[in-house]
């Protein structure tokens, strides 16, 4: 499925349930909250983003536990979860999408390895989460990261 694909359906979704979205996204740098309000008409369900690209920024502004990234690391499910509740609760949306990982070319964790990205999907019913190896180059990584959370969204929308 190509990213356009992704963004239509979480789109049509959002809009024919009337539920609205927040994205808190670190290393896709807020590919997904422009990818989703380069449709006209995404301020209908589209409230707004944080780009948590650093630790101080995840913890004081989306309420990530510090203790969570000491023991899961930054790059685990545990943090993409407390990022995609912080930012659903910050902009006050039904559902929310975060992501964490090292899009490369550096950045590599022992037993995370550059491609590793962790994606979070929560609704008021659900929380999905992820950790997926993404292979290819640094924007290739984001870009499909940013598809996955996509289509995670529309998982946790559908199965509600």
């Known amino acids: 499925m190509a990213h356009h694909d992704a963004e239509e359906k979480l789109s049509e979704l959002l809009k024919a349930k009337h539920l609205t979205i927040s994205s808190a996204e ?20 589209f409230k707004g983003a944080v780009v948590s690209y650093c630790n101080e920024v995840k913890m ?11 023991r899961y690391t930054v ?10 509740t912080g930012v659903k609760s910050l902009m006050a949306t039904d559902v929310s999408v975060s992501t964490t990982g090292i899009a490369g070319p550096s950045g ?9 990205v962790c994606i979070c999907a929560a609704s008021k019913e659900r929380c999905v989460s992820r950790c997926i190896l993404f292979s290819g180059d640094r924007a290739s990584v984001i870009a499909q990261a940013s598809e996955m959370a996509m289509l995670m ?8």
């Not at 807020?30 to 449709?39: E, V």
């Not at 590599?108 to 590793?116: F, L, R």
């Not at 969204?153 to 509600?160: P, Q």
Request: aromatic share 2%; hydrophobic share 40%.
């Open 60 to 70: 004081n502004v989306l309420g990530v536990n510090k203790a969570t990234i000491d």
């Open 153 to 160: 969204a529309c998982e946790v929308i559908e199965t509600a």
């Open 108 to 116: 590599a964790m022992e037993g995370k390895p550059v491609g590793t």
């Open 26 to 45: 670190s290393c896709t740098g807020g590919m997904i909250a422009h990818t989703l309000t380069l449709r006209s008409g995404s301020s209908e369900y």
């Open 75 to 84: 790059v685990s499910r545990e943090v993409a979860e407390e990022m995609a």
